[in-house]
């Protein structure tokens, strides 16, 4: 450590200490009901901390048999070398929730040991008689960073006299049935959820930074969605301290604070003497406040997720770009007002309080059933403290258990809302720009890459480096991907719809189909045009044949012949098509002739029988008469 940096630290801490002191005093714990439902002995309805990692089950619950390891109870080290694991339960069992000691070692340590070794959920025994605390994760190092990041169990911390009663159960060979219920974890008074997030712009601060910048990138797009529906109301806030009196002049409260002192942020490098200040990280968390206020007047809050989103990318520390003109850049790429973001901020050189960053450190105060605020990155749904670990679909799963029943939006019900994964860099799928037609499709997990089906035209291949249009109707979108060109008003093309895929350069031309098709000089290469009388004249995709003095060129045969006989011939046949028509229009009107007469005399007999005696009735009347 140098020097400078050794001066600097107790100012540091005596800042943030007067700052605890005199803003911050209430933390509370977020808790969730235990239940157990044997034995009866203990019997009965249990309060437990929920731990601040892993990913509790917001909204449901968990029925399992808790066990407590022989060996290895207070979980500092992989159960693997006390040869035990909770995996392999046979079919229908419950689920293990592990009961482990306190102490020794972090609680996210405990958690993940039991994690490695099947658990599904684990219950740390305070070791002593108090009240119960959040188990929080360690300060992340490389290592502890890595295993926090992957813990996917839920955990809580249950009070000494729970626990003791706990083993006391185990130990008389007593089953011990458990239910977790995280249901009541969330208040869920309405039909509409308001969050909290409590982040930074600092992308200098190690795992932490990454987790919340990644958490950013892919919950964005849920986020999005839901508050352009409005289902929720979302608020980004950002942590800042002020320097005491004492310190104000100072070279290092200078190099940190804004508006004289007011407002603080610790040095992104923790080098004083290097990179970026403190200040500058105050400034842009300011600048990121102000645009949610300019997007929420414009009725397009929503649009800060991207803001976040492209500033990370755009203006990295890394790359010597976060400042004040790629914020800028990106602010009008988004089409958000500089002249009023820049107004909101109003001016961090001033001996005066500023409006939006007193706002912040008001609200990082605690309040009702919200504790203060004293980590980052920090969520709070319906003013309540999320516990678990910074992940899309854990924190949706949070937000969706923050509805009132019967009134959640379609997306807690199903898989359809997600971050759409192919609006960067096309998902690493394949994709035609010049007609818009990609491989990539989105899911809830991610992105596939399949060849797609546009305009009812089916595209085959690996959907990641190509993709062809087949079938009938291929030739429609981008000519099936094959050579076409147009010269004095004609046309050729190498997609031949008689064919399902494949490019073939047409009659007249040769090469490869797709990016060339030469002309073919059927004079030159004596393909065409060939008998004695024939004079050949290349043309573009053809030929023009002509022949000696009153001869006609016949293509089919490449023959010259006499147009009189071809005259003659052509008379020939007229003239039997023509006698030929008039015989069968003869034979036809004798038979329609015979036909109607037939059918008319027929008709004729009916109607008068109907009117006039016939001869045959006649006789009968006659009959009659001279038997009377």
Known sequence: ??????????????????????CWGKFLVEKNSISITTPDSIKGTYD??????????????????????????????????????????????????LLVDRGDCYFALKVWHAQLAGAAAVLVADDKTEPLITMDSPEEDNVSAEYVQNITIPSALVEKSFGDKLKAALQAKDMVNINLDWRESLPHPDDRVEYEFWTNSN?????????????????????????????TQFTPHYITWYCPDAFILSKQCKSQCINHGRYCAPDPEQDFNHGYDGKDVVVENLRQLCVHKVATEMKRSWVWWDYVTDFQIRCPMKDKKYNKDCAEEV???????????????????????????????????????????????????????????????????????????????????????ETNECLTNNGGCW?????????????????????????????????????????????????????????????H??????????????????????????????CKSKLACQCKECHCKNTWG??????????LY?????????????????????????????????????????RIRSYMDSEIRAIMAQYMPLDSQNEVHRHLEEEA
């Not at 093309?493 to 090469?511: D, L």
């Open 1 to 22: 450590m140098s020097r400078g940096r050794g001066r600097v630290l107790p100012a540091l801490a005596i800042a943030v200490l007067i700052f605890t002191t005199s």
């Open 48 to 97: 437990s901390a929920i731990g601040n990692f892993g990913v509790p089950q917001y909204g449901g619950s968990m029925v399992g048999n808790v066990v407590y390891p022989e060996k290895g109870a207070t979980a500092c080290r992989n159960f693997s070398e006390f040869g035990i694991t909770f995996k392999g339960l046979k079919s229908g069992g419950l689920p293990t929730v």
């Open 203 to 231: 992308d200098e601060c190690g795992p932490k930074c990454e987790a919340q910048r990644e958490f950013v990138k892919n919950f964005k797009g849920a986020a999005q969605i839901l508050e352009q529906k409005g289902y």
């Open 331 to 417: 602010l009008k790429s988004l089409r958000l007002p500089i002249d009023k973001v820049q107004k909101c901020m109003g001016n961090p050189e001033a001996d005066s309080e500023n409006t939006v960053l007193k706002e912040e450190q008001d609200a990082q105060v605690g309040h009702g059933s919200r504790s203060d605020v004293t980590m980052l990155p920090t969520l709070i749904i319906n003013n309540r403290q999320y516990r678990g670990k910074l992940d899309k679909g854990a924190v949706l799963k949070a937000v969706c258990a923050g509805f009132q029943e019967t009134t959640e939006p379609a997306v807690c019900l199903s898989e359809g809302m």
């Open 431 to 491: 994709e035609n720009k010049k007609t818009n037609v990609t491989a990539c499709k989105d899911t809830f997990r991610g992105r596939v890459c399949e060849c797609p089906v546009v305009q009812g035209v089916q595209f085959d291949g690996d959907g990641y480096s190509h993709c062809e249009a087949v079938g009938s109707l291929r030739c429609k979108i981008d000519n099936g991907g094959c050579w076409h060109d147009t010269r004095d008003g004609v046309r």
């Open 493 to 522: 093309s190498a997609c031949q719809e008689t064919h399902t895929k494949g490019c073939e350069c047409p009659a007249g031309f040769r090469g490869d189909g797709v990016n060339q098709c030469e002309d073919v000089d059927e």
């Open 542 to 551: 053809s030929y023009d044949c002509q022949c000696d003095g009153n001869l």
């Open 554 to 594: 016949i293509k089919e045969h490449d023959t010259c012949i006499s147009k009189i006989s071809v005259t003659r011939v052509g008379w020939s046949a007229t003239f039997f098509i023509l006698a030929g028509l008039a015989v069968v229009g003869a034979v036809g009107y004798v038979i329609y002739k015979y």
